[in-house]
């Protein structure tokens, strides 16, 4: 018995485009939804509750949305190889950089504030359980950092919804 892909030779790519459309898309709205619903929130919760939430978000983003981005960018560019022209090719291979470079932005633009958060979550922790309380200037601090880092995730968020539509492009064009 012949597999689908023996059988359809434009089977397996479309299959691929489809799925890898659907994943960036998916990944586009979580990132975007992390700025847009996410930060406001953890903005209105007290200091040590926003920065053990942003913590247990930040890990769950950081276990599962690089790879994913990689995936999915790899995925791309092997589609570009196999592009029928010029235009789908050029698209293809914009939306593999743009979706894999969150990873390379990640690094040069939000890893000193990932850090920083990371660090004030565990001095407050430190300072309830000494049963000592944030100074106000603290608290203003962790609540500044919070929103800069929903601010910089807008950047990846807008480099994988422009992967998207570039993929997007390459589809429909």
């Given at each position: 018995m012949s597999s689908p892909s023996t059988t359809?030779?434009?089977?397996?790519?479309?299959?691929?485009?489809?799925?890898?459309?659907?994943?960036?898309g998916l990944s586009s709205g979580i990132s975007l939804s992390l700025s847009v619903f996410v930060t406001p929130r953890l903005l209105e919760s007290p200091t040590p509750l926003m920065l053990r939430q942003w913590r247990h978000t930040y890990a769950l983003g950081a276990a599962t949305m690089p790879l994913t981005a990689v995936a999915a960018g790899a995925a791309y560019a092997w589609l570009a190889l196999r592009a029928p022209g010029p235009r789908g090719r050029a698209l293809l291979t914009a939306a593999a950089a743009l979706t894999a470079g969150i990873?390379?932005?990640?690094?040069?633009?939000?890893?000193?504030?990932?850090?920083?958060?990371?660090?004030?979550?565990?001095?407050?922790?430190?300072?309830?359980?000494?049963g000592a309380e944030l100074t106000a200037e603290e608290e203003i601090g962790a609540k500044g950092l919070v929103d800069f880092w929903g601010m910089l995730n807008l950047g990846r968020a807008g480099m994988l919804i422009a992967g998207t539509a570039c993929g997007l492009a390459a589809t429909v064009f």
């Open positions: 359809n030779p434009f089977l397996a790519p479309k299959l691929l485009q489809t799925t890898t459309l659907l994943v960036t990873v390379p932005y990640t690094w040069a633009c939000m890893l000193g504030v990932n850090k920083r958060l990371v660090e004030k979550e565990r001095e407050v922790a430190a300072l309830e359980k000494g």
